[in-house]
Each structure stands twice: as C-alpha cells, then as structure tokens.
C-alpha cells in the first residue's frame, strides 16, 4: 500500500513551452502533497505543499507563476512548468500525505525534466 | 539546505565494513527521518526516530539523535553492495507534516 505514481518519468521540451507533471495516490487519498526539486548531486528542495482544494503554499524563493500547482483531488495533484527554460532542468518529486499520521509522507519517483 | 547539512558527502568503503553517516540540522524538531535514494530514484524511507528517543534501530541500521548538538548519525552495519546510495536526513522543523531534507551523503560500497 501508499503507493505514489508520477507521470512523465522523464520529459523533454524546448525553452519556452510548459511542462505538466502528474503526482497520484493509487491505494490512499492524499489530504496533503508535496513538490520537492532536486539538482544533480544536491539535497532535496521543498518547493510547496498543497492540500485538497485549495491553494499551494509556496516557501520562500519559488516563484508562484513560475511553478503552478493544482490539487483538484484527493489522489491527484499537477505542478506546472511555465515557459519552461534550462535552468529549470532538474527533477521534481512529489510526496503525499493521508494527514492522519503526522510526518508520514509516501514519495513518488520523481519526474526527470531536461529543457532544451 | 533548507535545514541541515551531513558529512561527508561522500563515503567509500568495502563490503563487510560499516559506514557512518552524521547530520546535524538548525532548529528545534518533534522528529527526524532517514531515506535512502538510488542514483535517479525516489526515497525509501529508512527510520523515523522522535525527539524523546536517542537511539534506535532497524535491522543492520542504527540510528541515534543528540537534540542537545543538534544532530543525528545512522549506522550501517556490515555493508553491501546493495546499500551504495544517497542517504538523507529529514526533519520537521517543528511545520506540521513539512519535511526538510539534510545535503545527504553518497555511500559507495565496494564488493
């Protein structure tokens, strides 16, 4: 069980394009999802957490219009790449909650994105 | 990192040995977490340990947490192969169910 999917596993596009990455809860539904960015050889970086229904919370630094996320369901959640462009080449991994257990988060596995 | 830093970033040793990571992070935690990555994967989760705790273990692993010094270590016993890796600390920050991610170290254990 808690298991979490992400769809593309890994994408290309060309500078200037947007990029829609899915998060999915298969087995559980997911109050909470988090979107995390990982440069090569680096640390993870929380991006932003987004509950159902509402609106993300973004920490400091990330840029609101740059990174869209929606949280439409309890087992979806979407982080958009707007006008995408090399220096957002990294991976993005998305992790998500049942809220029912503090600090348990299940972690998808991750979205490579290359801009060209 | 948004919260701590580990050392080293990088370990090599030799299958059979043990290997020791240490994290230390900045502010004040109810509890901190270890994963594990594989080049380009996801994270396994690995051991949660509480504030109240200083020790604990999860077979071949062993964790320990000082809140006094503000750090933890994980041990891995008798290594493998299997166990080359990045290995992460995570702790809460005292932000509901937000987790902050240590700089990690890269275990690479040679057969």
């Known amino acids: 069980g808690a298991v979490v999917s992400q769809h593309p596993s890994r994408v290309i596009c060309k500078s200037g394009t947007s990029v829609k990455i899915e998060c999915r809860s298969l087995d559980f539904q997911a109050t909470t999802m988090f979107w995390y960015r990982q440069f090569p050889k680096k640390s993870l970086m929380l991006m932003a957490t987004?509950?159902?229904?509402?609106?993300?919370?973004?920490e400091q630094g990330v840029e609101k219009d740059k990174f869209l996320i929606n949280h439409a369901s309890l087992t979806l959640s979407t982080l958009t790449v707007t006008s995408a462009h090399p220096e957002d080449s990294s991976f993005y991994i998305c992790s998500a909650s049942t809220g029912r257990v503090y600090n348990e988060q299940f972690f998808g596995p991750g979205t490579r994105l290359t801009v060209l | 990192s948004q919260q701590g830093e580990e050392d080293p970033q990088a370990l090599s040793i030799q299958e059979g040995e043990n290997a020791t990571m240490n994290c230390s992070y900045k502010?004040?935690?109810?509890?901190l977490q270890w994963y594990r990555q594989n080049s380009g994967r996801g994270l396994v989760h690995l051991i949660l340990i509480r504030s109240n705790e200083r020790e604990k273990h999860s077979g071949r692993l062993r964790v320990t947490l000082d809140t006094s010094k503000k750090s933890s270590s994980l041990l891995i016993t008798a290594s493998r192969a299997a166990d080359t890796a990045s290995y992460f600390c995570a702790t809460d920050g005292h932000n509901f169910n937000k987790f902050y991610f240590g700089s990690g170290t890269k275990l690479n254990v040679k057969p």
């Open positions: 502010t004040s935690i109810n509890n």
């Open positions: 987004s509950n159902e229904g509402s609106k993300a919370t973004y």
